[in-house]
């Protein structure tokens, strides 16, 4: 037995493989990898958040006659009719309509004249 175990020493075989499980591979990793990037031509720019101007509301008058959801729904009427009139500038079509709606709440006194 000794010159079976003696024999299998001086042989001069490589390190003994590991053994795998079934189906396993080693999948043999190259050296060396390269990593590059390219440029898409500009650079990233972030997010600016636009001023968005909402609709306006009526203002409350506890003394007036007329609903506040009829003047609500002739107001935003007349803010459509006003973006028409100035091309599509809010600012200037809200002041305006805002305007008109106070203007003709003030003359009626009651709800059908509005």
Do not use: W
Not at 5 to 30: F, N, T, W
Not at 66 to 81: A, C, N
């Amino acid at each position: 037995m000794e010159s079976r175990l003696a024999s299998m020493e001086g042989d001069g075989d490589p390190a003994p493989q590991p053994k795998l499980k079934a189906g396993h591979r080693i999948l043999s990793v190259p050296k060396r990898t390269t990593t590059a990037t390219t440029t898409k031509g500009v650079a990233r720019v972030s997010h600016v958040p636009t001023v968005d101007i909402s609709k306006p509301l009526i203002a409350p008058d506890m003394k007036s006659k007329v609903p506040s959801g009829i003047r609500q729904r002739y107001l935003d009427s007349l803010v459509e009719e006003c973006l028409k009139i100035y091309g599509g500038d809010k600012g200037d079509a809200y002041a305006r309509a805002t305007k008109e709606e106070q203007l003709c709440c003030d003359r009626s006194k009651t709800e059908t004249f509005i």
